[in-house]
Structure formats: structure tokens, C-alpha cells
């Protein structure tokens, strides 16, 4: 299965990469984003590609995207990558790119939560809140909460932590308004994603939402979105309070740097073993089919 670790398009302007993909200017006025099949764990990218990875994350949040355009405006325009690039570049787009809207990104994190799990299981044992929001006592980890909570996140710069942030602090940021209508959007989505995987037999656990302005000031849901790289989905046949349950993600590779006692979650980053490799691409591939009902496409 073929790879790509870095796109090198030389017929659009480099815009700049970020642990997955790579951004280039499409005129003034779009973008094309290539989903590489980078993987970052502990926020720090790893040396060697999830073959199809890219594709498989492209695939997934055209259907989600798809699924929840009645909810808020996205910034997909329809334009087929393929037509953008040259055509020696055309097998580095295929599958794994969208031409998108050039929007103002917002640099607040959307995350919502609907079970406990994570840095929120981490704060409530150590504060009985989650982001500032109190939660009842006696929780196990992995619980459902009784609804859906919003904790927004600041965005870091590439290699350093996003950095959870009250929804008052959010404010502050970005405005009340405009805050507001994050939140009530975030919560929506989620419940309306939640509502259908519980169909296919998939739990999700929390995600995150991110969101950009066009030129009119109207908010756009953006990047990706309900992807394995920006979600937690558990299998509902196995899922079971009180334990971290198994989940469609990077589990097989955190697992693996987590017995790396000389590694300091710091990069550069460790070498990943070709069967931590290859579980993790077939989780990722379960994962789309689970979800969607479909394969991945060639």
C-alpha cells in the first residue's frame, strides 16, 4: 500500500504543514489541503507514515461533512483537487485532498465530551471538575455524562500541547457571541454524530471541532472533522465503565511509546515497529468501514 509521508507539489505556493497535513494556495481565494499519512502521538509527529492513513481521514470527513451540512456551512467548494495541480502531481492529491474555502481560522478548539476519558478523566480525579465544569461525584472513568459538556482548547503552536481553557476564557478570546455559537454548533454536531454511529454499533466518546470566518463573517465548520485523528470511538459491544475501553485510533501506537521508558514524549520521536505500523492502519481502515459502511476507495 502506498505512502505519503510529504507532499512536494511545486505548482501552488507551500502555505505550511501541520502534524497531518499540508496546506498550498489555490489563489487567493482557496486552499488545497493534502492529508498525509503523518501520525502524531503526545503531539509529536513520528518518523515513519500509517500507509492509507491520509486517505482514509479524507474519506471520512467527506462523509461526516456530508452527513451534518445542514447543521453549519463547511469549507468544502466542490472543486476535484485533481484539477489544481499538475498532472505529474495528481497521484499526491488522489483520495487524500480537498480544494476548501480560505477561511479566518478561529484558534479555539472546540471539544465536546460525552463520557469521561482522557485529560477529563485526569482533571475530575483531581478536581472533580472537567475544564472548570463541575461534575458529580462517584464518576468512573469511561462513564457517560448525563449530557454532552463543551471545554474549549487553545490552540498550540506545531509540537507543544493544546491547552484546555474555561469556556469564560474562550470569551475573552473570541468574543461572547461568537463563543456561544461554537458551543451550541460543537454540541449539535456531536449529539447529531453520536445519535447515527450508535446505529453501526460505534460509540463517540468525545471530539473536536474546528471552526473558521469567510469574508461575511459566517462560521464554517473546517480542517477535519469526526475523524479517528479527532475522535475517540469505541466499539459499543465492548465498551464497559470503569476501564479505558479499546478504541479506533492511535491506541496501538500510545500504547507502544507508553512502554518507552526512555522517551520523554518529546521529539525527536522513537521508531515505530512495522506490527505497531500495521495494526494501527487496519484500525484506522475498520474504523471508516464501521462508521461509514463503506471501503476505502481506491
Known amino acids: 500500500m502506498n505512502s505519503l509521508y510529504q507532499s512536494s507539489i511545486t505548482s501552488l505556493k507551500l502555505l505550511g504543514r501541520g502534524k497531518v497535513r499540508d496546506n498550498y494556495a489555490v489563489g487567493d481565494d482557496k486552499i488545497l489541503i493534502v492529508t498525509t499519512d503523518r501520525l502524531s502521538a503526545f503531539d509529536v509527529v513520528m518518523n515513519e507514515p500509517i500507509p492509507a492513513k491520509g486517505k482514509v481521514l479524507n474519506q471520512m470527513s467527506d462523509f461526516w461533512f456530508d452527513k451534518l451540512a445542514g447543521i453549519v456551512p463547511n469549507h468544502l467548494t466542490g472543486i476535484a483537487p485533481e484539477t489544481v495541480v499538475a498532472a505529474d502531481e495528481v497521484d499526491q492529491v488522489k483520495g487524500r485532498a480537498v480544494v476548501a474555502k480560505r477561511l479566518q481560522p478561529i484558534l479555539v478548539e472546540a471539544v465536546v465530551r460525552g463520557y469521561i476519558i482522557g485529560s477529563g478523566w485526569k482533571d475530575y480525579q483531581a478536581t472533580g471538575s472537567v475544564c472548570g465544569i463541575p461534575l458529580p461525584a462517584g464518576l468512573r472513568q469511561a462513564d457517560k455524562l448525563a449530557q454532552p459538556i463543551f471545554t474549549p482548547a487553545a490552540k498550540a503552536d506545531l509540537g507543544e500541547h493544546d491547552e484546555n481553557i474555561s469556556f469564560e476564557e474562550m470569551e475573552k478570546r473570541i468574543g461572547k457571541e461568537l463563543a456561544a455559537k461554537m458551543r451550541d454548533v460543537s454540541i449539535k454536531l456531536y449529539q447529531t ?58 491506541q496501538f501506537v500510545r500504547d507502544y511509546l507508553e512502554t518507552l521508558t526512555s522517551w520523554n514524549k518529546t521529539a525527536p520521536a522513537p521508531a515505530l515497529p512495522p506490527d505497531v505500523i500495521d495494526k494501527t492502519g487496519a484500525k484506522y481502515r475498520e474504523a471508516l468501514q464501521r462508521l461509514t459502511g463503506e471501503t476505502l476507495k481506491d
Do not use: C, Q
Open 193 to 250: 454524530a453520536a445519535d447515527y454511529a450508535a446505529t453501526r454499533g460505534i460509540i463517540i466518546a468525545d471530539t473536536k471541532f474546528e471552526f473558521g470566518l469567510d469574508e461575511n463573517g459566517v462560521l464554517h465548520l473546517m480542517d477535519e472533522v469526526l475523524t479517528a485523528d479527532s475522535s475517540r470511538f469505541w466499539p459499543a459491544d465492548s465498551y464497559a465503565p470503569g476501564m479505558s475501553p479499546p478504541s479506533f485510533d492511535k
